[in-house]
């Protein structure tokens, strides 16, 4: 498989820059996920037949996370633990939900995964839950992870974890050892047989990092909320479960 650029070159690029200069960039890439998630939340309330008013509320939340988590990010704003929690509810919502029998048969369900753990990463650079040290190299891993979503592969990519070798890890006191997040999706491709799928991801990343500065809308097809698929990503993330918790 090419990768023509690691997740180390990108990350140390960006440690050069200063945090609050390329976390505007960042965020911007990040509310591309907005439409998805104000759109899954109302599909998983159909399937489900949730509380209206419930998804109304998230609804709203969303509308408002962005502004929330700029403001927050550079301490425009008072820091409320209370609207934090709304936020990651909205977020939790599609993560949690995605699993449920109703919601699970359907193609968006393992990119609501994927797409929530954006979400959830952007919220904590955007509260300083992370050292400025650590976000170059969350950004570098979220142009890959996004690129992830826009090919639409339905597999919740923290699931291949399993696919490394024994012994290696992905964020380690050794630095290089990010990498091994090329290897990691490379092996859950040749599993899967989706290798074409896996070079296209590759390539989606390279273009997205050469626009860093320019975000790439997300023109996703809104079929996905209705076709009905195999789950492949599901039963993997239980036989993970179950593999971690019998070793």
């Given at each position: 498989?090419?990768t023509?650029?690691?997740?180390?070159?990108i990350?140390?690029?960006?440690?050069?820059e200063?945090?609050?200069?390329?976390?505007?960039?960042?965020?911007n890439?990040?509310?591309?996920?907005?439409?998805?998630?104000?759109?899954a939340?109302?599909?998983?309330?159909?399937?489900k037949?949730?509380?209206?008013?419930?998804?109304?509320k998230?609804?709203?939340?969303?509308?408002?996370?962005?502004?929330?988590m700029?403001?927050?990010?550079?301490?425009?704003?008072?820091?409320?633990?209370?609207?934090?929690?709304?936020?990651?509810?909205?977020?939790?919502?599609?993560?949690n939900?995605?699993l449920?029998?109703?919601?699970?048969?359907?193609?968006f369900?393992?990119?609501?995964?994927?797409?929530a753990?954006?979400?959830?990463?952007?919220?904590?650079?955007?509260?300083?839950?992370?050292?400025?040290?650590q976000?170059?190299?969350?950004?570098?891993?979220?142009?890959y992870?996004?690129?992830?979503?826009?090919v639409?592969?339905?597999?919740?990519?923290?699931?291949?974890?399993?696919?490394?070798?024994?012994?290696?890890?992905?964020?380690?006191?050794?630095?290089?050892?990010?990498?091994?997040y090329?290897?990691?999706?490379?092996?859950?491709?040749?599993?899967?047989?989706?290798?074409?799928?896996?070079?296209e991801?590759n390539?989606?990343?390279?273009?997205?990092?050469?626009?860093?500065?320019k975000?790439?809308?997300?023109?996703?097809?809104?079929?996905?909320?209705?076709?009905?698929?195999?789950?492949?990503?599901?039963?993997?993330?239980?036989?993970?479960?179950?593999?971690?918790?019998?070793k």
């Open positions: 498989m090419k023509e650029i690691r997740l180390t070159e990350r140390d690029i960006l440690e050069k200063k945090i609050n200069n390329i976390y505007p960039i960042y965020i890439w990040i509310k591309t996920l907005l439409p998805f998630w104000k759109e939340v109302i599909r998983i309330g159909e399937l037949d949730f509380d209206q008013k419930k998804l109304d998230h609804l709203s939340v969303i509308e408002n996370s962005f502004s929330l700029e403001d927050w990010r550079f301490e425009r704003i008072k820091y409320i633990k209370a609207r934090r929690n709304e936020i990651d509810s909205a977020i939790s919502f599609i993560r939900r995605a449920d029998k109703e919601v699970s048969k359907y193609y369900a393992p990119i609501c995964r994927n797409v753990s954006l979400l959830r990463i952007s919220l904590y650079i955007s509260t300083h839950g992370y050292g400025d040290d976000i170059p190299t969350c950004i570098a891993q979220a142009i992870e996004l690129s992830f979503c826009h639409l592969l339905p597999f919740d990519t923290s699931d291949f974890i399993w696919f490394l070798p024994k012994g290696a890890s992905i964020h380690t006191d050794n630095k290089d050892d990010l990498d091994n090329h290897m990691m999706i490379e092996n859950a491709g040749k599993k899967f047989e989706i290798m074409d799928a896996i070079q991801y390539n989606m990343a390279v273009k997205f990092w050469r626009n860093f500065e975000p790439i809308p997300w023109n996703y097809p809104k079929d996905i909320f209705t076709l009905e698929f195999e789950n492949i990503s599901k039963n993997l993330h239980y036989s993970a479960i179950n593999a971690f918790h019998n």
